[in-house]
């Protein structure tokens, strides 16, 4: 089954405590992004890649870094996790040049 | 850079009635545009796009929408809606050119009265 996949779904942490959140994708799809979700503002996107090695900052990159070392994984860490990255994150990817994405399941993370 | 506006955040409906929900978008070039649905507790799925063509586009589960580059809009409709519509539905923008970047609209939460 084509899919994008997530993990954990959900996730509690503490302030400060260096988190990853894995995305993985079994279409063969160039493009990927994260994005997060948040009450009366839709989804903002974090970062997204082209392709492998290739990574570029959306529309809220600060406190978050990725990397794409393989064409199907996108990984999204947080290196110091903050109360204001609470929120619904989602993982999506496309075939180049497709504009349809898919979209993962989503992570709930609570930054207490 | 372009931008997606949502006016309504709740739109409720009595069941089998007609259902509208308004998107405008602004931007200096050209742009697809889309509407993604999200279910309770799920992630986003398409529900239709405009490419080129036609300015009807029809979707999955009965749903249709019409752009109108004049008015800067593309606004989504259901004849007859049902419980199981119940979902936030997003619109959203991307740029013609190379660059899959979508940009969304803030949601409009539907809500189908019985």
């Known amino acids: 089954e084509a899919q994008v996949t997530q993990n954990p779904r959900y996730l509690i942490t503490v302030t400060g405590k260096k988190l990853t959140v894995t995305c993985s994708q079994n279409m063969n799809h160039e493009y990927m992004s994260w994005y997060r979700q948040d009450p009366g503002l839709g989804l903002r996107q974090i970062y997204y890649s082209m392709n492998v090695e290739v990574t570029d900052k959306g529309d809220v990159p600060e406190g978050y870094k990725v990397s794409r070392k393989e064409k199907r994984n996108f990984p999204l860490i947080l290196e110091s996790p903050s109360p204001n990255q609470t929120s619904l994150y989602f993982c999506?990817?496309?075939?180049?040049?497709?504009?349809?994405?898919?979209f993962g399941p989503g992570t709930r993370l609570t930054v207490t | 850079a372009q931008s997606v506006t949502q006016l309504d955040s709740q739109v409720p409906v009595f069941e089998e009635a007609p259902v509208e929900l308004r998107c405008n978008y602004s931007s200096s070039v050209s742009v697809y545009l889309f509407w993604y649905v999200q279910y309770p507790n799920q992630g986003l799925q398409l529900l239709l796009k405009y490419l080129s063509g036609s300015t009807l586009v029809k979707g999955i589960n009965g749903f249709e929408a019409e752009f109108n580059k004049s008015q800067t809009s593309f606004h989504l409709r259901k004849p007859s809606v049902h419980i199981s519509d119940t979902a936030e539905y997003f619109c959203a923008v991307s740029l013609t050119f190379g660059n899959e970047k979508l940009t969304f609209g803030t949601g409009t939460r539907l809500t189908i009265i019985p």
């Open positions: 999506a990817s496309a075939q180049e040049q497709s504009y349809e994405q898919y």
